[in-house]
């Protein structure tokens, strides 16, 4: 299976903070990497697809870029309701989809 | 606007079956452009997909659970359904359905996931 390497895994930052957090796939992934945000007891939301795309109603302070074998989300600047475990997930390689480990963002 | 919702038992015996189905409104089960998908989430860890069912009946399963497992879907009723047979201490974990897009592979719709605790 590909292996997906979030970095950080959690990360504190002060509202409007810019926030990057990278995905780091094992091998080339093309653009098939979608990215998500899960708060605490909730399901995760899709916030890009296909590494840059925004998904449906996302704000557009969120952004992804990458292709390949890396990766980038940003938060251009932090909002108290971004506070969210945030992960990325391949599919490149179908039918298996695997997901990166988390990246934990907290408020300074 | 597609709503999942997952029903079934919260505790679960050691070494029987845990079942579970997914109730969709909203959008037919039948639409060909999705997958239907159940993840776990174990306590505080990341997210593993389970595996898949189309409205047809073909399945994929992770190769991890796939001599456990079986999926299957009842399109008349808009459910899907999970069984994981021999479940142990380590099946403990919150089980979601999704939506999976067929050609680009997102989960766009997600229910609010059940807390499966597999204890005697």
């Known amino acids: ?35 998500y945000q899960q708060k605490p007891g909730k399901a995760p939301k899709l916030l890009i697809y296909d590494a840059s795309n925004l998904a449906g109603g996302v704000p557009s302070r969120f952004s992804g870029s990458g292709s ?10 932090l909002q108290p309701e971004d506070i969210a475990t945030y992960y990325c997930q391949q599919y490149n390689a179908l039918p298996p989809v695997t997901f990166g480990q988390g990246t934990k963002l907290e408020i300074k | 606007q597609v709503h999942l ?32 998908s159940w993840i776990r989430q174990h306590p505080g860890k990341g997210l593993e997909r389970i595996g898949y069912i189309y409205h047809s009946g073909r399945t994929y399963y992770n190769p991890s659970l796939e ?9 008349s009723k808009n459910q899907f359904s999970l069984k994981l047979s021999s479940v142990s201490a380590a099946d403990t974990a919150v089980y979601y359905c999704a939506r999976e897009g067929f050609g680009v592979k997102y989960f766009d719709y997600w229910g609010q996931g059940i807390l499966v605790t597999v204890s005697s």
């Open chain 2, 5 to 36: 919702q997952e029903s079934g038992p919260g505790l679960v015996k050691p070494s029987q079956t845990l079942s579970l189905t997914c109730s969709v409104s909203g959008g037919s089960i039948s639409n060909g452009d999705y997958y239907w």
């Open chain 1, 68 to 77: 390949g074998t890396h990766f980038t989300f940003t938060i251009s600047s």
């Open chain 1, 1 to 35: 299976d590909i292996q997906m390497t979030q970095s950080p895994s959690s990360l504190s930052a002060s509202v409007g903070d810019r926030v990057t957090i990278t995905c780091q796939a094992s091998q080339d992934i093309n653009n098939y990497l979608n990215w």
């Open chain 2, 67 to 75: 001599s456990r497992v079986i999926i299957s879907v009842d399109t």
